[in-house]
C-alpha cells in the first residue's frame, strides 16, 4: 500500500497516481526514514516478520512525519504571506 497526497478522490490507475503530490511524498517518506521506518520512493510492504510493535512504530512514524511536514507547509505559507505584505 502507499499514501498518497494531492488527489481529491482515492486513486485508480497509474495516470491518476502521476497527478499526485510528489514533493509531499518525498518530504513524508524522508521523515519516516528519519524515524527509522524503512520506507522508499514508492510502496509500503508489511509482512508476517512484523509484529505489533514494527505496526505501532510505524503509525507513530507517520503520525511524526506528517506533523512535521504539516509544520513546515504552515511556515511557509506565514513566510509567503509576510513576503506579500511587504510587497
Known amino acids: 500500500f502507499d499514501v498518497v497526497f494531492g488527489l481529491d478522490a482515492p486513486p485508480r490507475n497509474h495516470r491518476d497516481m502521476l ?3 510528489g514533493a509531499m511524498q518525498r518530504a513524508v ?3 519516516l526514514r528519519a524515524r527509522g ?3 522508499g520512493e514508492s510502496k509500503y510492504y508489511v509482512g508476517l516478520c512484523h509484529d505489533a510493535a514494527d505496526v505501532a512504530l510505524t503509525l507513530a512514524a507517520f503520525e511524526d512525519a506528517l506533523a512535521e511536514v504539516r509544520e513546515k507547509l504552515v511556515h511557509l505559507q ?3 504571506y509576510e513576503l506579500v ?3
Do not use: F, P
Request: net charge positive.
Open 78 to 80: 506565514r513566510m509567503e
Open 85 to 87: 505584505a511587504t510587497v
Open 19 to 21: 497527478r499526485a503530490d
Open 37 to 39: 521506518v524503512l520506507k
Open 29 to 31: 517518506n524522508a521523515g
